[in-house]
């Protein structure tokens, strides 16, 4: 029966390349004197049977032993390589060293082609270590050379923005950012057709699944929690709890590409261009009204104030009709968006 979910086996006490590299050498330098003594006697016509074992096993050695090269592996920190003998998986190497392993054994890694807009795949033109600068027409690219190593670092991927309608039905624009680690090399390589791409996919359908049960502002009458009670839920008032969501729902997509998910944050969030006009004088509209109702409930306690003044110490007698002109008087110059203009009155007030 075929393995469908593989285990992340470690491969112990294979730190020990620099003997095997120093031995290999050693061996080469014995090669060639062997070669050359060989040579030697064979122009002096005077070879012996060992001279020619020596000289055969120098030449094999000569044409063979770099195979012994192909084992040498050196990892940094936080780099992890996954090797496969003849197909089979063997283990996993992790952690800083110089190791020598089965020089047949080859590491896999799927995703070392691909190039997301995350961290660790952009790389600056001018020839960083571990890229090749190709020249064409005048114009510099840099080309990381692909390695078989998985970074085990925290990386962080900024996917495309995506236009997607709100509860509402309205078309809002968002973005998010994910950062993210392997934590088991053989779920990522096995488990999936290519990790990077694979999450990145998962990052655009829990984004998707999530923004849609939020309204972009608060609406009356929505739910967003899902207990049948409606709140003030909101993607622009509740960010960090819609940021938990998608980081969970991302989470419960890629266990099994043996990647954790460290945290998901909402970099981008707008109204979709089409109707971000529209909304835009909404929001003002709200704006104004809330700014008016605020100043004519300032006035009409001023007013009141004025009156019960007035009236308290007797500054003035008005009858109903007078005391109705004031209150418009004080409204209008109170509530004006303008500085008021006095009129004097130099007759009788009646």
Same mark, same amino acid.
């Given at each position: 029966?075929?393995?469908?979910?593989?285990?992340?086996?470690? *491969?112990?006490?294979?730190?020990?390349?620099?003997?095997?590299?120093?031995?290999?050498?050693?061996?080469?330098?014995?090669?060639?004197?062997?070669?050359?003594?060989?040579?030697?006697?064979?122009?002096?016509?005077?070879?012996?049977?060992?001279?020619?074992?020596?000289?055969?096993?120098?030449?094999?050695?000569?044409?063979?032993?770099?195979?012994?090269?192909?084992? &040498?592996?050196?990892?940094?920190?936080?780099?992890?390589?996954?090797?496969?003998?003849?197909?089979?998986?063997?283990?996993?190497?992790?952690?800083?060293?110089?190791?020598?392993?089965?020089?047949?054994?080859?590491?896999?890694?799927?995703?070392?082609?691909?190039?997301?807009?995350?961290?660790?795949?952009?790389?600056?033109?001018?020839?960083? =270590?571990?890229?090749?600068?190709?020249?064409?027409?005048?114009?510099?690219?840099?080309?990381?050379?692909?390695?078989?190593?998985?970074?085990?670092? $925290?990386?962080? &991927?900024?996917?495309?923005?995506?236009?997607?309608?709100?509860?509402?039905?309205?078309?809002?624009?968002?973005?998010?950012?994910?950062?993210?680690?392997?934590?088991?090399?053989?779920?990522?390589?096995?488990?999936?057709?290519?990790?990077?791409?694979?999450? =990145?996919?998962?990052?655009?359908?829990?984004?998707?699944? *999530?923004?849609?049960?939020?309204?972009?502002?608060?609406?009356?009458?929505?739910?967003?929690?899902?207990?049948?009670?409606?709140? /003030?839920?909101?993607?622009?008032?509740?960010? /960090?709890?819609?940021?938990? !969501?998608?980081?969970?729902?991302?989470?419960?997509?890629? /266990?099994?590409?043996?990647?954790? *998910?460290?945290?998901?944050? $909402?970099?981008? &969030?707008?109204?979709?261009? /089409?109707?971000?006009?529209?909304?835009?004088?909404?929001?003002?509209?709200?704006?104004?009204?809330?700014?008016?109702?605020? *100043?004519?409930?300032?006035?009409?306690?001023?007013?009141?104030?004025?009156?019960?003044?007035?009236?308290?110490?007797?500054?003035?007698?008005?009858?109903?009709?007078? !005391?109705?002109?004031?209150?418009?008087?004080?409204?209008?110059?109170?509530?004006?968006?303008?500085?008021?203009?006095?009129?004097?009155?130099?007759? =009788?007030?009646?």
């Amino acid at each position: 029966m075929q393995e469908t979910n593989l285990e992340e086996k470690l *491969i112990q006490g294979k730190k020990n390349g620099l003997p095997v590299l120093l031995v290999t050498l050693l061996l080469y330098a014995l090669a060639i004197a062997g070669i050359i003594i060989g040579i030697i006697h064979f122009e002096n016509e005077t070879d012996t049977t060992l001279t020619t074992t020596v000289f055969v096993i120098g030449l094999l050695y000569a044409f063979f032993g770099w195979i012994l090269f192909c084992g &040498l592996k050196v990892l940094k920190p936080q780099e992890a390589l996954v090797l496969t003998l003849f197909g089979k998986y063997v283990g996993t190497l992790k952690g800083d060293g110089f190791y020598f392993v089965n020089p047949f054994c080859a590491g896999v890694n799927p995703a070392s082609h691909t190039k997301l807009s995350q961290s660790g795949d952009v790389k600056g033109v001018g020839g960083p =270590s571990g890229t090749l600068v190709i020249a064409e027409s005048g114009v510099s690219t840099a080309q990381e050379v692909p390695t078989k190593k998985l970074s085990l670092k $925290i990386m962080t &991927l900024n996917n495309s923005r995506q236009k997607i309608n709100d509860c509402l039905g309205n078309p809002v624009e968002i973005g998010i950012a994910v950062t993210w680690r392997i934590v088991d090399t053989a779920k990522a390589v096995f488990n999936v057709d290519n990790y990077k791409e694979f999450l =990145s996919l998962q990052c655009d359908s829990a984004l998707r699944n *999530i923004v849609r049960t939020y309204p972009y502002d608060v609406a009356p009458n929505v739910d967003t929690t899902g207990d049948g009670m409606a709140d /003030e839920g909101s993607l622009r008032g509740s960010s /960090e709890i819609v940021a938990g !969501k998608i980081r969970a729902e991302i989470q419960t997509r890629v /266990e099994e590409a043996g990647i954790e *998910i460290v945290e998901a944050r $909402i970099t981008y &969030l707008a109204y979709a261009p /089409e109707i971000a006009a529209v909304m835009l004088q909404r929001q003002q509209a709200s704006a104004i009204i809330d700014a008016r109702k605020m *100043i004519v409930d300032g006035a009409v306690g001023m007013v009141e104030m004025a009156l019960e003044r007035l009236n308290e110490k007797h500054t003035v007698e008005l009858d109903e009709e007078r !005391k109705a002109a004031m209150v418009s008087n004080l409204l209008v110059v109170l509530c004006g968006n303008h500085d008021a203009q006095p009129v004097v009155n130099s007759g =009788s007030l009646y």
